[in-house]
C-alpha cells in the first residue's frame, strides 16, 4: 500500500523510516511511503510556500498554489504507474481522533493515501475545501506539524502488516485489539524475578497457563475498568465478557465518581 506524504520537513522522516521493527514494512515497499516537498512546486527565488494570514494576526499560512501542484504531481505519479487513486489526508487538530479502528482501516487498505503534513497556523482554508477528503487528529493538543501525527500513522499501519512483527499474533495481544475485545492489555513482567524488593505476581511463575490466562485476563479487566471504563461497557454491549468477567467485576472496588 502506497502512503504519499506532502512535507516541508522530508528530512525528519529518514530515521523513522530505517529504525525498529517496522522498517522491514517500509523497505520492502508493504508500506511503500514516498516523500514529497511542497517547496519543490513553489516560485521564484526564495520558493515560498507560506504568507501572512488575511485579516492579520499571527503567523503564516501555507500557499494552496504549491500545495495544489503537489497534489496534481502525485496524481499523476499513481496515474503513470498504475497506482489507484488515494483519499487526501489532512493532519489537523480539526479531525476526528485517530484510533484502533481507523488505524485497522488503512491498514487494510488498498490504495492508501497521500498524508498533508501542515504547519505554521496551517493550510489556506480553500486548499482544504477543494482538495481534503478527511482530517485526522493525534488528540486535544497541538503540534508544529503534521509530520509525528503522519509517523504515528505509519508506524500503527506498518507494524499490524502480515510479517513485520517478529511474533506474527503479537498485536492481538496490544491494548484495544478486537482479539482481546478492545480491553487495555495486561501489566508485563520479566527478569530479575525480585527487583529492588519488589517480586513478580507469583502466579506467572506458577507454569499453570490456564491461571496465568486468567489472571491476565483479570488484570486487563480492572485496568480498563479503572482507566478507561467506556471501554468495559463496548465489550458488554457486544456481549464480549463471560460471567467469569462479571463475576470479577462486580468484585472490584467501585471507583469514586468525579466530584461534580
Ligand atoms: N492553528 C492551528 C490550530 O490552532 O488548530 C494549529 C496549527 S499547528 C501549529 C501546525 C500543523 O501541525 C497543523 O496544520 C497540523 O498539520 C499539525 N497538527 C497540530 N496539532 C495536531 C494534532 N493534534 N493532530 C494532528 N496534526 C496536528
Avoid at 516537498?37 to 504549491?66: H, I, K, Q, S, T
Avoid at 484502533?100 to 501542515?118: F, K, P, Q, T
Amino acid at each position: 500500500m502506497r502512503f504519499d506524504v506532502i512535507t516541508l520537513f522530508p528530512e525528519l522522516f529518514a530515521p523513522f523510516l530505517t529504525c525498529g521493527v517496522t522498517r522491514r514494512a517500509y523497505e520492502s515497499g508493504l508500506v511503500d511511503v514516498r516523500l514529497w516537498n511542497p517547496r519543490d512546486f513553489a516560485d521564484g527565488r526564495y520558493r515560498r510556500v507560506d504568507d501572512r494570514p488575511f485579516g492579520g494576526g499571527p503567523g503564516m499560512v501555507m500557499l494552496a498554489e504549491p500545495l495544489t501542484l503537489c497534489l496534481e504531481s502525485i496524481r499523476a505519479d499513481r496515474a503513470a504507474l498504475g497506482a489507484p487513486d488515494a483519499p487526501t489526508v489532512l493532519f489537523s487538530p480539526v479531525g476526528e481522533v485517530l484510533n484502533h479502528a481507523g488505524v485497522e482501516r488503512w491498514s487494510g487498505s488498498s490504495c492508501g493515501a497521500v498524508l498533508i503534513c501542515g504547519r505554521y497556523e496551517g493550510l489556506d482554508q480553500r486548499f482544504i475545501e477543494t482538495h481534503v477528503d478527511l482530517q485526522v487528529s493525534l488528540g486535544d493538543f497541538v503540534l508544529s506539524g503534521g509530520e509525528i501525527a503522519a509517523m504515528a500513522l505509519l508506524d500503527a499501519v506498518a507494524r499490524l502488516q502480515p510479517g513485520v512483527l517478529n511474533d506474527e499474533a503479537s498485536h492481538q495481544m496490544d491494548s484495544f485489539n478486537p482479539a482481546l475485545d478492545g480491553l487495555l492489555d495486561c501489566p508485563h513482567y520479566t527478569r530479575p524475578e525480585a527487583w529492588r524488593g519488589q517480586a513478580v505476581p507469583p502466579i506467572l511463575m506458577s507454569g499453570n497457563h490456564a491461571h496465568i490466562e486468567r489472571w491476565r485476563r483479570d488484570q486487563r479487566l480492572a485496568l480498563t475498568q479503572r482507566e478507561r471504563p467506556e471501554l468495559v461497557r463496548a465489550a458488554r454491549r457486544a456481549g464480549q465478557l463471560s460471567m467469569g468477567d462479571e463475576a470479577f467485576l462486580a468484585d472490584l472496588p467501585k471507583n469514586p465518581e468525579p466530584d461534580a
